[in-house]
């Protein structure tokens, strides 16, 4: 079985300032995918980003970056600029290859972001 | 984009009613939906898995005689909660798969009284 682990609760962060939201994983597959959603107070969930196992370059979209070491089994999530309305949970997800894109989310992270 | 719809977006229900909520895939065609529940400042757990044509796979834990799922064509999945009950108290969330990308619906936040 997949898990994900985000060990951030909650974040602060300023505006126009870049922050970074943790996220490991656990697999013993080799080919999976790691995924950031975003989930504002609406409920709605949001895809930032996508990375796959065997990508060797870092995905970027925009001003979100995923920061991917995959010996250490981790994917963090780079925001950069932040803006007031980056406010907003925040959750990392794995899918294995294969599996119609079936996915396993981390519990969270909300992030505040302050004048 | 591929959008997903939900409905209804909320429901309020005496405990022992049933609720059906329906997703549907508004601009393409879905092999797949997935159902996901959140209860409030958790995380989204997958229910089941829902194939169009065929029986729904359900995950551990997840009773499929009292959440009852029907995709009946390739663009509309429904979850019944059956008998529900304050305990059945969630967010329900639905996505569909295209070309193994998947979009999400906006969700049905259902309160049993």
């Known amino acids: 079985a997949q898990k994900i682990t985000q060990t951030q609760p909650g974040m602060f962060v300023q505006e126009k300032e870049a922050v970074t939201l943790d996220c490991t994983y656990d697999t013993s597959d080799q080919s999976y995918g790691l995924f950031w959603y975003k989930q504002p107070s609406s409920g709605e969930m949001i895809f930032l980003i996508y990375?796959?196992?065997?990508?060797?370059q870092n995905a970027t979209e925009g001003r979100y970056s995923l920061n991917f070491q995959k010996a250490r089994k981790s994917a963090n999530l780079v925001i950069s600029a932040s803006q007031l309305g980056d406010s907003a949970m925040y959750f990392c997800?794995?899918?294995?290859?294969?599996?119609?894109?079936?996915?396993?989310f981390g519990t969270g992270t909300r992030l505040q972001v302050t004048l | 984009g591929a959008v997903v719809s939900q409905h209804p977006s909320w429901v309020i229900c005496k405990s022992g009613t049933s609720v059906k909520i329906e997703c549907r895939s508004l601009?393409?065609?879905?092999?797949?939906m997935f159902w996901y529940r959140q209860f409030p400042k958790q995380s989204l757990m997958l229910m089941a898995t829902?194939?169009?044509?065929?029986?729904?796979?359900?995950e551990q834990g997840v009773e499929k005689d009292k959440f009852l799922i029907n995709h009946a064509s390739l663009t509309l999945s429904t979850l019944t909660v059956t008998s529900a009950h304050p305990e059945d108290s969630s967010f329900y969330i639905c996505?569909?798969?295209?070309?193994?990308?998947?979009?999400f619906g906006p969700g049905t936040r259902l309160t049993v009284l």
């Open positions: 829902s194939n169009e044509g065929s029986k729904a796979t359900y």
């Open positions: 996505s569909a798969t295209r070309l193994g990308e998947q979009f």
């Open positions: 601009d393409f065609q879905a092999t797949t």
């Open positions: 997800a794995i899918a294995l290859t294969g599996t119609a894109s079936k996915l396993t």
């Open positions: 990375q796959g196992s065997y990508d060797e």
